[in-house]
C-alpha cells in the first residue's frame, strides 16, 4: 500500500515507529498531486515548497530525540476560505484572488502548535456558496468516482482531494451541508461540529450564525483526532462557546447497545432517491442488529428548514459581502470615474453569478418593508425547527437521515436551475439552523458505482455519541474496500 493510500492515524503510527518520514510522506502526496489533480482539480493552490521545508524541519527534530506532536509532519489540505499568513486566500473569487491573508485563522494556529504541514489550499464554490463546486471562479472539481459528476460543494475541492488520496484530511466549512453533502457524494467522512465549538475566526465569513469549520476524512478515527486539534474556546471570536475540552478518541467505541436512534419518516419518502432510500433503511437495520433500537418519528418542520435557510443565510451573506467594496482590499474595477462607479463595477465584475444572487435576494429580504414579512419570519421559524430537535432528543440519542436526496449529480446539469440546486441541501440545512453536530458516514455506492452516505444528528455539544455510532457502523461495514474509479472526463 502507498504511503498517500493511508489514513492519518496509521501515517501517525509509522512516524512514531519511525518506518517512515515526514518528508517521505509528504513526498508521495505531491507525486500524487502531480499524477492525479490534473484530473480532479481538488486544490487551487499548491504549497510544496513550505511543505517540504516544514517536513524536514519536523523529521530533524524527531532524530535529534526532541519532543514532538503525535500529529507532527502530517499533511492536510485546507480550504480556501481560511487565511493562513503570507498565503493566498481567494475564497475561489475573481474578488479575492490576489489577496494575501495577513493573519493565521484560529484553527491554523492550532494545527500549527502541532506542526502539520500544509499541502496547499483546496477549491470551493465561490464564498462557499453551492452545492458543486461549479461556481469556483476558477475551474470546476471533479468526483474522483466518476470525473464527470461533481463532488458537491462547497467544500468540494476538500472532499474530492481526501477521496482521491490527495491529502489524508481536509478542512472544510459548512454552511447548510458544505462539509456532510460533498463527503457524502465523494464516500468520506465528513463532520460538522455543534456551532460555537470550533472557532471561525479567520474563516471568510459567508453566514455567521451559520458556518462551522470541521474535518474531512478518511474515516471516523481520523474525524475525532482531527476534531481534538479545532475545538476550544477563542476569545477572538464572540461565538465561541466556552465548554470543557473533551478527549473525542475516548468515543471511539465499537458498542450502540441501547442506544435510540430516530428515524424521521420525511426523510425517506418523496424527494428521496430510491437507492438513497433503501441505503438509509439497510444502516437503520444495520444498528438494530447491532444492538440499537431504531424508530421511525415525524420532523414535519424540516420542509420549512431550505426555505428559512436560504432567507437567513442570504441575509447574512449581504451584510458580510459589503465589506468587499474595491476600496480596501481585493479586486478593483479599473472602469471607473468616481466612487459610486468603483463600487458598482468592482462587485459587478468581482463577484461571480451565485454570490451576486444572493446578495440581491438577502438585501431584499432585509430592506424595508420586507423584513418582518421575510427575514423576521425566517427567524421565529427557526426557532420553531430547534425546539423541534429539542424534543426529538428528549426521546432519542440521535437522528439517521440521508444526506443528499441523490448521489452525484453529472456537472452542467443542475446548474442552469438555482431552485434544483438549492434543493440538494435539504437533509442538511435544518442541522445547521439548529447549530447542531451533524457527520456523514459512507455507506453503499448506488448501480453507477457512486457512493452513498448517511447522516447521524447529535445533541449539541454531544459529538462523542456520534463518533461512537459512527465508528461503531465503520467497523462493522465494509465499505473502505470501495476505490474511487477516476472513471469519464470527457465532460
Not at 446548474?415 to 434544483?420: A, H, I, K, R, Y
Amino acid at each position: 500500500m502507498e504511503l498517500y493510500e493511508l489514513t492519518a492515524h496509521e501515517l501517525m503510527d509509522k512516524l512514531a515507529k519511525a518506518e517512515v518520514t515526514s518528508e517521505e510522506i509528504t513526498k508521495s502526496y505531491f507525486d500524487r498531486i502531480r499524477e492525479k489533480d490534473g484530473e480532479v482539480k481538488a486544490y487551487v493552490s499548491i504549497m510544496e515548497e513550505e511543505a517540504l521545508s516544514k517536513a524536514r524541519s519536523v523529521d530533524e527534530a524527531r532524530k535529534a530525540g526532541k519532543s514532538v506532536s503525535k500529529y507532527a509532519g502530517i499533511p492536510i489540505g485546507i480550504k480556501d476560505n481560511m487565511c493562513i499568513t503570507g498565503t493566498k486566500t481567494t475564497c475561489s473569487s475573481k474578488m479575492l484572488e490576489n489577496f494575501v491573508a495577513p493573519y493565521n485563522a484560529t484553527v491554523i494556529e492550532n494545527l500549527n502548535k502541532e506542526d502539520m504541514v500544509y499541502l496547499g489550499k483546496t477549491n470551493l464554490d465561490e464564498f462557499a456558496m453551492g452545492s458543486s463546486t461549479e461556481n469556483s471562479a476558477f475551474f470546476n472539481t471533479r468526483n474522483p468516482w466518476d470525473l464527470d459528476r461533481v463532488p458537491g460543494g462547497s467544500s468540494g475541492g476538500s472532499a474530492a482531494a481526501v477521496a482521491a488520496d490527495l491529502a489524508p484530511w481536509t478542512l472544510g466549512s459548512d454552511t447548510g451541508g458544505s462539509i456532510r453533502q460533498p463527503s457524502s457524494l465523494c464516500g468520506v467522512v465528513g463532520f460538522k461540529p455543534t456551532y460555537g465549538l470550533v472557532s471561525r475566526y479567520g474563516l471568510v465569513a459567508f453566514a455567521s450564525s451559520l458556518d462551522q469549520i470541521g474535518p474531512i476524512t478518511k474515516d471516523v478515527t481520523d474525524s475525532a483526532l482531527l476534531l481534538n486539534l479545532l475545538a476550544g474556546h477563542d476569545e477572538k471570536d464572540s461565538t465561541s462557546m466556552n465548554v470543557e475540552k473533551k478527549d473525542y478518541t475516548k468515543a471511539l467505541i465499537n458498542d450502540v447497545k441501547g442506544m435510540k436512534i430516530g428515524l424521521p419518516k420525511e426523510y425517506i419518502g418523496e424527494g428521496i432517491n430510491e437507492e438513497v432510500k433503501q441505503a438509509i433503511l439497510a444502516v437503520a437495520k444495520k444498528y438494530e442488529e447491532l444492538g440499537a433500537t431504531v424508530e421511525e418519528c415525524s420532523f414535519d418542520v424540516g420542509k420549512y428548514a431550505t426555505s428559512v435557510y436560504y432567507v437567513i443565510a442570504d441575509a447574512e451573506a449581504s451584510s458580510n459581502l459589503g465589506r468587499f467594496d474595491g476600496i480596501r482590499y481585493g479586486f478593483r474595477s479599473e472602469k471607473y470615474d468616481n466612487l459610486k462607479d468603483i463600487y458598482k463595477n468592482s462587485r459587478s465584475e468581482g463577484f461571480g453569478p451565485e454570490v451576486k444572487r444572493r446578495i440581491m435576494i438577502g438585501t431584499y429580504v432585509l430592506s424595508s418593508g420586507y423584513y418582518d414579512a421575510y427575514y423576521k419570519k425566517a427567524q421565529k421559524v427557526r426557532t420553531v425547527i430547534k425546539n423541534s430537535y429539542n424534543e426529538l432528543f428528549e426521546k432519542y440519542d440521535l437522528l439517521l437521515t440521508p444526506v443528499s436526496p441523490t448521489t452525484a449529480f453529472k456537472i452542467g446539469e443542475k446548474s442552469d436551475n438555482p431552485l434544483e440546486m438549492y434543493l440538494a441541501d435539504i437533509c442538511t440545512v435544518p442541522v445547521n439552523i439548529g447549530g447542531l453536530p451533524g457527520m456523514s458516514i459512507p455507506c453503499a455506492l448506488d448501480s453507477n458505482g457512486l457512493p452513498i452516505g448517511f447522516q447521524l444528528i447529535g445533541k449539541a455539544f454531544n459529538e462523542e455519541t456520534i463518533i461512537r455510532a459512527a465508528y461503531t457502523y465503520e467497523q462493522n461495514s465494509n465499505f473502505k474496500e470501495n476505490k474511487p474509479t477516476f472513471k469519464g472526463g470527457n465532460n
